[in-house]
């Protein structure tokens, strides 16, 4: 469904990436995990399109999308719930979720797509008519992605939905995507500093080290696989 | 250098044609534009040094022209002092003002100092109401009119303000090729960079404050006598006397002495001769060519006319000169550490309990290490560990709230930025702060005059320091096209450049390519091998497992390990920190490097 190839993104000279080629299947769910810095959330945006400049090729559905700007890339299906959540904090959790279904194959569905949203997360339809600032930061994250869900997106981009929150949240976030993942026909490509909770969720994963794979395979050989500590710590 | 007597001999030109003018021009009228001209381009380089070179704008420039104006004329009033003396009472006065106005105001920062100063010249005003002076005349007199700056030739007017501005320009230059002109630069692109560098940023803003009065007194004082005669507090502390220089200086450009001249000779004589050829028909025409020309120049050149067309020419010049250089290799061998145990060595700086909190959020808690001599000490962690935070409270920038900091056996817990750079500790930052304006050769100068060097010894010493880092055939462009690698080598030399005996390094490494990497590496190894120690901030370990003798692991505010590289990265509470509790769960900690070869 997905396809990088050769991707490389600098930042005035800084590089984020380098030479980075991935495939997403049709229904996989991808993890990428990495150390801080490796170039993660680099790879989310250049894949949503929301940086521009990045050298390589991408394909979504056999389509070349390396030069389509962010709004076209997501009327083909692809949702990006990116880092820190990035909610409308002044706006409502109704008004957050119904801004996701901006795409017109989704505006279509609207009702019956926020229905879906609030039965999967039954605190949102509580809190629905109260400012999203307001709620707390495991309550912002599922806005986040039951705004990534209004989208009806064929492909659903997480970046480290677990960040900033603690412990027993993050255990719940997972169990929400395991949820969605189950509930729903959808791609996902994650990306996530915890690597045993991401890569145990997920079917295959890529290990990220300064801005370049350094490992792929599937989840449970990578979980088996010391070389991964070392892209974290070096040796 | 051929560059420096060209300016002075500009500077010669500009007075040359300036007398040429002045002898050429026969109407009154045209004596009159001349002297405006000179008048607002000795105002405009007055506003130039504190807020061209300094970069500190100031609204309220018209405080010393009004004062050199009233304090001159009352004193030719009251007591038959005459204007010549009196211009230097009203300097005087003027240059204490500036000192009384800049000790609360330059503790502001940013836009607030220029609101601050905002407000004193209506304070003025009202003063000046209050005390009755709402009109002074200038008394004649007929007997000794030269005495009293009452010249009946107006051609003396010219040569008058002529000869205030040739001594602005001239103060200007001096300005610009001191230390103290590099200090202003470095402070207006980056004041927290420059002091850093050792630079006393409140000191020399003064200085500079003060020095931005002295002739803008005097422009007010020849500007009572040469067009107004009769002082009014609208006429010397209006806000059209801040109009016309603001005008002046952003149309010519700031930050440079040309802008003002380039822009009072345009400005002036364009509203002036409009003013009076169709201002009887449409009255006010001077205004709307002054926010003609400023919208204009906003839109097309807004650095002003001068940096435009400077950059027009570099532009040609350095295509010719960029591009093909070969970058240095990393052929040289890594430098040995040396033999010494690092136990052995002695404690250079030593760090007890630091602790520092912002909002409730414990950035650092009760943090404790020390930095040995000539070591390469790491200090690794996850993002948002505090590692700038420590930096910025070992450098000066922070506050810690307990916890103290020595050096060399002596606390230097509070000490300024600046104060603690002098003491051999420099630094350089994450997002790299270069000065854009200044070469590369005068971006590490900044860091040279840390010491007192004059400009010639800091010259020579900072190209020293560019050649140590393979920099130096860079020396004479602006860092603007270099790569991050260059721009992180050239932080390095500014760095190094203060003679520093420990140099805090903020991932010098981040976003570098693998080469670029090693490079980097092999620099801090030859400034380490100069006699430098060196403490390096990094999240990824990769490249500092091979590069630092010692590493120190924080997270979340918190010391969490200590020891040799191999050590370090094989704790427990380490890989918990990098990879969480359910990876060390499945994995444990390694016994041998071994374990983890492939």
Redo the contacts between chains.
């Keep these: 469904m997905l396809k990088i190839s050769g991707l490389s993104v600098s ?6 990436l ?1 030479d980075v080629s991935l495939e997403v299947a049709e229904g996989e769910f991808v993890t990428i995990v990495g ?3 490796a170039g993660k959330t680099t790879l989310m945006k250049a894949v949503s399109g929301s940086i521009r400049g990045a050298t390589g090729r991408l394909e979504f559905r056999g389509r070349d999308m390396t030069s389509l700007p962010a709004h076209q890339r997501a009327a083909l299906g692809i949702a990006h719930v990116p880092e820190g959540r990035r909610i409308f904090s002044s706006l409502t959790v109704l008004e957050n979720l119904e801004l996701g279904s901006y795409r017109r194959a989704a505006r279509a569905k609207r009702a019956e797509g926020l229905e879906a949203v609030l039965a999967l997360f039954p605190v949102l339809r509580e809190r629905r008519q109260q400012l999203a600032g307001s709620l707390s930061g495991g309550e912002q994250q599922m806005v986040a992605l039951g705004r990534g869900l209004m989208a009806q997106p064929d492909l659903l981009l997480l970046d480290e939905p677990s960040q900033g929150l603690g412990p027993r949240v993050v255990e719940q976030t997972f169990e929400t995507i395991d949820r969605i993942r189950k509930s729903r026909r959808l791609t996902i490509l994650l990306v996530e500093q ?4 991401a890569l145990e969720l997920c079917d295959r994963g890529y290990v990220l ?2 801005g370049r794979v350094a490992l792929e395979g599937a989840h449970d050989a990578l ?1 088996a696989d ?5 892209a ?4 | 250098m051929a560059s420096r007597s060209r300016e002075w001999l500009a500077i010669a030109a500009v007075v040359a044609v300036g007398l040429v003018l002045s002898f050429a021009v026969t109407e009154r009228y045209h004596h009159r534009v001349l002297t405006l001209v000179f008048l607002w381009a000795t105002m405009g380089l007055a506003w130039n040094i504190i807020s061209g070179y300094a970069g500190q704008i100031s609204f309220g420039h018209q405080a010393f022209f009004g004062i050199g104006a009233y304090v001159t004329v009352l004193l030719a009033a009251k007591l038959k002092i005459t204007p010549w003396l009196g211009m230097l009472g009203g300097v005087g006065v003027a240059v204490l003002a500036a000192v009384l106005i800049g000790t609360p105001t330059f503790r502001l920062a940013g836009i607030y100092f220029g609101l601050a100063t905002l407000a004193y010249p209506l304070i003025f005003r009202i003063v000046m109401d209050y005390l009755g002076y709402q009109e002074v005349a200038i008394p004649m007199m007929r007997e000794q009119p030269g005495l009293f700056m009452q010249f009946s030739e107006p051609r003396y007017f010219d040569l008058l303000a002529l000869g205030i501005l040739a001594a602005t320009l001239v103060l200007s230059r001096i300005i610009e090729t001191s230390r103290l002109g590099y200090s202003l630069r470095a402070i207006k692109e980056n004041e927290q960079a420059a002091e850093a560098m050792g630079v006393d940023s409140f000191r020399c803003k003064m200085i500079a404050y003060m020095l931005s009065a002295a002739p803008a007194a005097v422009a007010g004082a020849v500007y009572a006598h040469a067009i107004l005669f009769v002082v009014t507090p609208e006429a010397v502390f209006g806000v059209l006397v801040i109009v016309q220089t603001l005008t002046v200086c952003l149309v010519g450009g700031a930050g440079t002495l040309w802008g003002p001249i380039i822009g009072a000779a345009i400005m002036i004589p364009v509203s002036e001769i409009l003013d009076t050829t169709v201002g009887d028909r449409l009255p006010g025409i001077q205004g709307v060519v002054y926010g003609a020309a400023l919208m204009a120049v906003m839109m097309y050149a807004p650095e002003g006319l001068y940096w435009r067309v400077r950059s027009m020419i570099l532009a040609r010049t350095r295509r010719s000169v960029g591009a093909a250089r070969p970058a240095p290799t990393a052929a040289e061998v890594h430098a040995t550490t040396p033999a010494v145990p690092a136990g052995a060595r002695s404690v250079l700086m030593d760090v007890r309990g630091i602790s520092k909190s912002f909002l409730g959020l414990q950035a650092l808690s009760d943090v404790s290490f020390d930095v040995r001599e000539g070591e390469i000490l790491g200090i690794i962690g ?2 948002g560990a505090g590692k700038t935070t420590l930096f910025n409270v070992l450098n000066g920038f922070l506050l810690a709230e307990h916890g103290e900091v020595h050096w060399l056996g002596k606390s230097i817990t509070g000490l300024q930025p600046h104060v603690i750079c002098r003491l051999g500790i420099g630094r350089t930052f994450q997002v790299m702060r270069l000065f854009p304006h200044l070469t590369v050769l005068e971006n590490v100068m900044v860091g040279a005059f840390a010491h007192g060097a004059s400009p010639d010894r800091a010259r020579v010493s900072s190209l020293a320091a560019l050649d140590l880092v393979g920099l130096a055939d860079r020396a004479d462009v602006v860092p603007t096209g270099l ?3 260059e ?1 992180r080598l050239m932080e390095l030399a500014r760095c190094l450049a203060t003679r520093p005996r420990l140099i805090l390094l903020d991932e010098p490494l ?5 080469d670029g990497v090693e490079l980097m590496a092999l620099m801090i190894r030859r400034a380490r091998a100069a006699g430098v120690t060196v403490a390096i901030i990094e ?7 091979r590069l630092a003798d010692r590493l120190v692991v924080l997270d979340q505010g918190r010391r969490l390990a200590e020891g040799l ?2 050590e370090v ?1 094989r704790t427990p509470a ?2 918990e920190a ?3 509790t ?2 060390l769960a ?2 444990g900690a ?1 016994q041998h ?1 071994e ?2 070869r ?1």
Aim: proline residues 10%; charged residues 15%.
């Design positions: 930042y005035g000279g800084l590089h984020a380098e150390p801080n810095g915890r690597v045993v909770e080290e300064t979980l010391p070389r991964v500590q070392r974290y710590l070096g040796v | 996850p993002n790569t991050t690698l721009l981040a976003g570098l390519s693998t999240h990824t370990i990769h490249a500092l497992v590289p191999g990265t380490v890989i990098y990879l969480g359910r990876w499945r994995h390694p490097a374990d983890l492939p």
